[in-house]
């Protein structure tokens, strides 16, 4: 049990690998306390989470409100007394457009979530973290590998959330936390599978056929699942990474090496 009896925040917990980072920390022995906005889903997660034997409290929170975020470390420490780990998961996507016309307001506002939310929260929970010489995890992406078109504001704000993970590290080693980011490529789940029929459909083929042509691409030729990018973050939130901080882990089955 790589994180028995640890105690991990979860921010952004949705159906693809917010679910899956809540399931497989509980099943490495962590108690989990799981934020995001949509209460339901954070309560059936909880449900999922309690049937594999452990605690977890969800806390709706908009994380780019300042007050919420709070709510969530109070949460946390009332209900466990401790915090061992932070994954900050939330993400927002700004348009996918050239950066020549992206709306800035746009970009702005997945700056709040992707970037200055993961340093205010990271704050917020530092005092509990150092205490038990915690660690901290980044969800990045693979958006980080490439320079696609329309790609461009979701790069800005990834590559910024890979730069806040390196210079934490530098900041908060010397006080025993760890930060380290985990950078998926595709995730098999519930967006990309509904993406995949919608392309299958469009273009007259079978879903398989879609999922096909891209697991070519990779050297695993399988895209990853959701628990397979969650135990690659277990792993770094474990005492197997202890000597591990300011790294970024790619897991994308070998579509980019790194
Ligand atoms: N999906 C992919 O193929 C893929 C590929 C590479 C990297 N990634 C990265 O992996 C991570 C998870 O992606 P995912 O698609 O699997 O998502 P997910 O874990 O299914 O969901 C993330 C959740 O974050 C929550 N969130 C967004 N803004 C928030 C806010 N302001 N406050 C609180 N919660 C917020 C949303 O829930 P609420 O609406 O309920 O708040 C959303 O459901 C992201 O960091 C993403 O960049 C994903």
Known sequence: MLLENQVVVISGVGPGLGRGLALQCARAGADVVLAARNALRLAEVAKEVAQLGRRAVPVEADITDDAACQRMVDTALESFGRVDGLVHNAFAIPPLTDLATVDLEAVRAAFETNVLAALHLTRLFTPALVEQSGSIVMINSAVLRHSRRTFG?????????????????????PQGVRVNTVAPGYIWADNLKWYFDYLAKKRGVSAQEVYDENAVTLDLRKLPEPDEVADAVVFMLSPLARAVTGQCLDVNGGEWHH
Do not use: D, H, I, R
């Open 153 to 173: 504001a979701y790069k800005m704000s990834k590559a910024a959330l890979l730069a806040l993970a390196q210079s934490l590290s530098t900041e908060l080693g």
